[in-house]
Structures are given as structure tokens and as C-alpha cells.
């Protein structure tokens, strides 16, 4: 099975639009960045906006059931914020082997700020920012 690609993945589509899930909207956030920043990575486009090509192209976007879908691998970031709290211990464990699995060796980690490493991996991931929870993985 090629694990790379599982069927339940939804692919993100190059002109879909930026979905943010903080309840924030788009025009909120991206006053946070000056225009040139904007310009830079953004197309805007029917009242949104758009990442621009040469951000989306190289990077997967996609959706996986962590409990019951294959493990991803070769991956350099993998963000699962918020997400390991509303499982009970023994799925954080299974569901932390295939995060641990996916991510390269140097890759990174990124938890929910109410998230913590297992006791299991705390030697596998090196702390790179602790109030962001943001992990590099060391074996």
C-alpha cells in the first residue's frame, strides 16, 4: 500500500481558498503582515485570497484519520495542533508512533499549547520553541 498518498486524503486544490480555523478572518490575519509580505505570497482572488503557486506546489496539504489511515512518511513538518487532548492515553500513543514515523529525522513537530510529548519520545524530539510547542525530531 502506498502509504504516501491514502485514498481518504482530501487533496487541497491549487485556487482553493485559505481556510482558517482560529475563527479568525483571512482579512484579520493578514493585517499582522506588511503589503510587501502580502504581495510576496498571496493572489487575491474572488473576494479572498490565495497561497501563491511556488508555496503550494511543493507542499501536500491534505486530511488523514490518524487513528485508522496508514502512517505518512518522509515528511519535514507535520502539524497536529490540539488535537492528541481529546484522546484517551493509549490512542495518544498510537497515534504519536505514526507522527513519530512520518516525520524525517530533522523534521519538525507541532503540537497544541495544552499538548505534551509522551514520555515514550522525549528523547526522540528536541524542544526548538516551548511556548509554541514546536519539536525537531532527533531520532
Known amino acids: 500500500m502506498d502509504t504516501t ?15 482558517l480555523t482560529d475563527q479568525l478572518s483571512i482579512e484579520e490575519s493578514l493585517k499582522q503582515m506588511d503589503a510587501t509580505t502580502i504581495k510576496r505570497y498571496f493572489i487575491r482572488d474572488n473576494g479572498s485570497y490565495r ?7 511543493p507542499v501536500f496539504f491534505g486530511v488523514q484519520d490518524i487513528i485508522n489511515d496508514p502512517p505518512i512518511s518522509h515528511l519535514d513538518l507535520l502539524i497536529c495542533r490540539n488535537l492528541l487532548i481529546y484522546l484517551k492515553k493509549e490512542a495518544q500513543l498510537a497515534v504519536f508512533e505514526k507522527l513519530h514515523y512520518a516525520i524525517d529525522e530533522g523534521g519538525y513537530l507541532f ?8 514520555r515514550k519520545y522525549e528523547t526522540a524530539f528536541e524542544i526548538v520553541d516551548r511556548t509554541w510547542k514546536i519539536y525537531r525530531k532527533t531520532k
Open 51 to 57: 497561497i501563491k503557486d511556488f508555496i503550494r506546489k
Open 111 to 118: 503540537l497544541g499549547k495544552a499538548e505534551t510529548l509522551p
Open 5 to 19: 498518498s491514502p485514498a481518504s486524503w482530501r487533496k487541497v486544490k491549487p485556487g482553493d481558498s485559505i481556510v
